[in-house]
Every structure is written in C-alpha cells, then in structure tokens.
C-alpha cells in the first residue's frame, strides 16, 4: 500500500494520509505548514531487530533506519535513500566535525530524543468545551505544585484557556492511540470533539476523560504568560489531579512506531 506522507515544517511530526492534517498533534500549527514527502511503502510496523542486521543513517537530518536496506525515503526530513549511509561504529562518535556539521535536521532529530508524553488538554469557557492533543506538558516546581503548558494561538483551546484561565490535562493510555486522531487532527470549531467520549467535570470545570491514567487541574497565573510566537506559554498552579488507571501511559515515540496498525 502506497501512502503519502505530509512532514510538519515546524516540529518534524510525520502524518500519513491523502492529505495533510488539519492541525499538528505534535506543536498545533496548521496544515499549511505541511509539506508532502516522498511517497513509501507503508512498512508493517516495527520489529526487533535480527542480529547483525545493517542499520542505516540519513546524512541530512541522523535519522537511523534498521533493515537490509536503506529506506525509499527518510520519514524524518523526506530525502532518498542515496543519503543513506551504512552505519558502522565509528561513525556514532562525535567529532568536532560533527558538532560543527550541525544543522536544523540534525537538530530535530536530537529533539526527538527527549522523551515526551501525549495528553488530551481541555479548557471551559462561556459555557462552551474543547480539547486538544498535546506534548507540551511539563512540571516546574514541586513547592509550590506548578506546571507550564503551550498552546498554538491559533486553537480553539488557547482561546478558551486565555479566556477562563484554567485547563485540565488527561493523561492517555497506550491504547488511546485513535483519541491522538479526535483531538489532534480536527478543530473544535467545526466538530464537537466529545460526542460520544466520556468524560466528567473537573473542579474546575474542564472536562477530565473517564479512561485516562491520571489528571491534573491547572490555574494560570496571569502574569506568566510568555509570548513565544507562534505558541503561548503557560505557568500555572496545579489545583488538583488523581491517578485514574494502573495503564502505561501514551508516549510520543510509542504512538509513532504504532499509529499505522490496526486494532481489532
């Protein structure tokens, strides 16, 4: 199966379809900021690697694939595989001429290292809920409790948390892989993302998914708010948050090697 794949030109997010998504799960921005890359072959999904099995590096952005051969195309930057080289030992020590060779891919790549969760964040505002998928969770202090959280200004759900000040952010579990697809790839504004979801109230107002692992309530604080240009920063003060399930908890990179398979 022949798949197109559309690369976020923001944080590197790589989304299969016919079309690009109508908002980034990863940093929120939307589908005009997608570019197609080349099409592949939609792999099974991954596996263990055999041993001795060659492992191959992009020489643009040091994404490194498994396999008898190199990729058709990179998943990470879009190149072929003529910028694939066979990875050996020595080519994994850093040099001053890698530092030195450093470049935006590269960069993503590396940032793709940081491990990162993926959450459901939601606001109240006027009567009126929305949510929306997000990696930028984050705990600052432990006395008193805060944490920050960053929304693309142009979501539905900035508007509701710069307007009420308060959000709730439900923890997914490994399973929740199609609540990514509901809040990640659809704006708010044109569907009601909780039909048929269930959820409760938090104290604060904002809905709390009923299946999550575990939630946390947050109270911005006016004067900690950060303009970082495409995205607004929030600190904020955790109100309130309980364990919900013993789960394992939806990470980024999880969803990534897993998206593409089916569920029964």
Request: hydrophobic share 35%; net charge neutral; aromatic share 8%.
């Amino acid at each position: 199966m022949v798949t197109k794949k559309w690369r976020c030109r923001v944080c590197g997010y790589v989304h299969e379809g016919d079309a690009p998504p109508e908002v980034c799960p990863v940093c929120g921005v939307g589908a005009s900021e997608f570019v197609m890359v080349q099409e592949e072959r939609e792999q099974a999904g991954p596996s263990p690697a055999p041993a001795g099995q060659k492992r191959w590096k992009c020489t643009v952005c040091d994404y490194i694939h498994t396999g008898d051969e190199p990729p058709k195309a990179c998943p990470l930057c879009g190149v072929g595989a003529e910028f694939f080289v066979l990875l050996t030992e020595d080519i994994q020590i850093l040099t001053p001429e890698a530092v030195s060779r450093a470049n935006e891919g590269t960069t993503r790549s590396a940032l793709f290292k940081v491990s990162y969760g993926l959450y459901v964040l939601t606001s109240a505002s006027g009567g009126r809920i929305n949510g929306q998928c997000v990696n930028t969770v984050a705990q600052l202090t432990d006395t008193p409790l805060t944490m920050a959280i960053c929304l693309n200004k142009r979501n539905l759900t900035h508007e509701f948390v710069m307007d009420s000040g308060v959000f709730a952010v439900s923890v997914l579990r490994q399973e929740d892989i199609e609540m990514v697809r509901r809040f990640g790839f659809q704006s708010g504004r044109a569907m009601d993302k909780f039909a048929g979801i269930e959820y409760v109230a938090g104290k604060n107002g904002c809905p709390i998914l009923k299946n999550c692992v575990a939630y946390l309530e947050g109270t911005v604080m006016p004067d900690k708010i950060i303009d970082v240009g495409t995205h607004s920063l929030f600190i904020a003060a955790v109100t309130s948050g309980r364990v919900v399930s013993a789960a394992e908890p939806l990470t980024y990179l999880y969803y990534q090697e897993n998206k593409g398979k089916k569920r029964i």
